[in-house]
């Protein structure tokens, strides 16, 4: 039981990191100009990291 819970948190662990890092994609995309949105999705980061499975 005990390596269980290590691992689960462990897991949920990179599941924030993940998160931190795509909020971090949203954030980066919404302090862009609105003359430059909408972007493209070979422009758009947050939608190249999905594509990528990184988020």
Known sequence: MY???LIKVQE???KISKLHHFKSL???VTTRPLSKLP???DQCPVIQKCVKGEI
């Open 3 to 5: 390596q269980f819970a």
């Open 12 to 14: 949920i662990e990179e």
């Open 26 to 28: 949203l954030e980066l």
């Open 39 to 41: 972007l493209s999705k």
